[in-house]
């Protein structure tokens, strides 16, 4: 059976797996891009909880400022190598929870519905840029500030 490169790319992109891998499952599962893709995380998951030990030291401070100017947060948001905190979906995610958190709060952040895909948990986010990043990333820090409010 012929594998598209097209479907391969989506789902490495997707899943943060190595191609080969990626190549493998669709093999074995006859091109089936949605079963594929549920094992391709599911093994990537199980690599998460391993990685959850391993140092943060590394990272960046993300801040947002509403239109305005009556509502901030900042975030700090935890990496192991400053090459991922370089990184462009480091830099997406850590912009995305700042927003989150100037509109939503800091309660409960892993455990809420994300602004922009209320289908997705603030904590499958991070983990599907760990995936992605092959590290543990971590918040730290969060600060909501509203005017008026101490």
Do not use: W
């Amino acid at each position: 059976m012929q594998i598209k490169a097209d479907l391969i790319r989506q789902l490495r992109d997707e899943t943060g797996a190595p191609v080969m891998r990626v190549k493998e499952i669709l093999l074995k599962y006859r091109g089936d891009r949605r079963k594929a893709a549920a094992l391709l995380k599911k093994e990537g998951f199980a690599k998460l909880n391993k990685r959850e030990a391993r140092s943060t030291s590394q990272g960046k401070i993300f801040a947002y400022v509403h239109h305005n100017a009556r509502v901030a947060s900042l975030v700090e948001l935890l990496c192991e190598t400053d090459f991922v905190a370089r990184n462009e979906l480091f830099e997406a995610l850590g912009k995305d929870l700042a927003l989150q958190v100037a509109s939503m709060g800091e309660n409960r952040l892993l455990l809420q519905a994300f602004i922009k895909d209320p289908e997705k948990k603030i904590a499958d986010l991070l983990k599907e840029v760990m995936l992605k990043t092959g590290e543990n990333i971590r918040l730290g820090k969060i600060i909501k500030l509203e005017l008026g409010q101490s």
